[in-house]
């Protein structure tokens, strides 16, 4: 039986061990954490991470936990509609999407593997092409060595060298709230630097994030935040005043420089450890789950590490690349350029979001 390691025990990870048990690999999942859990926040899983999920078994577990996104499209500040998603013709063409609380899509991941699998504070100290993994419980060696350990992977060094991440520029906040009166709409809000979004959750909670041009590690505070998006379009205050600050969480917005290989000797890289991407296009943890199946159709193939470095890096680094261009897009701050944005907007047939996506969505297994 092959054995493998897969250093990470995030969705990406968590994924990549169902998928080569599947295929009969005897895994091993090492994680720097003392227990496999994930942030309080929403996941938007889009059809082609579905269809991924679909192939590892857990399909309908997901969607059970899960609630079909709304109608949804892009605002301006004062809450005109720039662009409706055809929600409809979406449904139609590549299936629904939909949103889940990330800890409860990773309860789903690790209950489809037992315990004796999954080794937590194990931290992962270096990796050799050969497949030996030193932690800090001592060596092993596998026959397959899965980096998912996130955008400051240790296991890309054996693969890449040392890849420092990019600050996109824009830092993120993101809170899971309650409030009184139900939403009959949701989606983002551009303004001018800044955005807004809002998304349901099963429970009736609801999932929202701001986004505003800052400098790279700049502190902020909630106080701040609200402030900032004071004036905007109801019911951004109030998702905002029901946000707590205990549980809001606030991080700045990396990504990746498009590696030159995703494989060296017997070590694969996946999700952020290979193409961080930043979330413009909510397709980080989507492309993790794609990742996950195609190495495991792979590994055992001749030349299956090279096929999957093949398959998968020209694909995620092109949506990264598309990510970055829509981020870039959504935080211009010239009055003149986002008037020119939002007309542009405005103006785009309901046909083109779709067309635009059909080359992520399409995919299958």
């Known amino acids: 039986m092959s054995t493998a390691i897969v250093v990470g025990g995030g969705i990406g ?57 709304q109608s949804a499209g892009i605002r301006d500040a004062r809450g005109r509609w720039l662009s409706r998603t055809d929600a409809a013709t979406m449904r139609e063409r590549f299936g629904a999407p939909v949103v889940i609380h990330r800890a409860a899509l990773l309860d789903i991941l690790r209950a489809a593997v037992p315990d004796s699998v999954v080794h937590t504070g194990a931290t992962v100290e270096s990796v050799d092409h050969d497949g030996t993994v030193t932690h800090s419980a001592g060596t092993t060696t596998a026959d397959l060595v899965v980096g998912a350990d996130g955008i400051h992977s240790v296991v890309r060094r054996a693969v890449c060298g040392e890849v420092a991440p990019r600050y996109a520029g824009y830092t993120v906040w993101r809170a899971v709230v309650e409030i009184a009166e139900p939403l009959a709409e949701y989606g983002e809000t551009w303004g001018r630097g800044a955005r807004f979004g809002m998304v349901p959750l099963t429970d009736g909670r609801i999932y929202c994030f701001a986004v505003y041009n800052a400098p790279e ?28 600050a205990n549980t809001l969480l606030h991080n700045d917005i990396y990504d990746l420089p498009a590696l ?37 159709r792979l590994a055992n193939a001749p030349d299956g590490l090279t096929r999957y470095d093949h398959e998968r890096r020209p694909r995620t680094q092109m949506i990264a690349h598309r990510s970055a261009q829509i981020g870039t897009i959504g935080q211009l701050s010239a009055r003149s350029l986002v008037a020119l944005r939002d007309t542009a907007l405005r103006l785009a047939p309901s046909s083109a979001p779709i067309r635009s996506l059909a080359p992520i969505l399409d995919w299958t297994c």
Do not use: K
């Open 13 to 69: 990870g968590m994924a990549a061990a169902v998928a080569l048990r599947a295929r009969d690999w005897s895994v091993r999942v090492y994680e720097r954490a003392p227990e496999i859990a994930e942030v309080g926040s929403g996941i938007g899983l889009w059809p082609n991470a579905l269809r991924a999920l679909d192939a590892l078994g857990v399909g309908s577990a997901v969607r059970g936990s899960a609630i079909e996104e």
């Open 217 to 244: 590690h700049a502190p902020g505070t909630l106080a701040e935040v609200r402030a900032r998006f004071a004036d905007w379009h109801a019911p951004i205050p109030t998702l905002l005043a029901a946000a707590d």
């Open 260 to 296: 030159p290989t995703y494989t060296a000797g017997r070590i694969a890289l996946l999700g952020d450890a290979a193409h961080a991407m930043t979330p413009n296009l909510g397709q980080g943890a989507c492309q993790a789950l794609e990742d996950a199946v195609v190495l495991a």
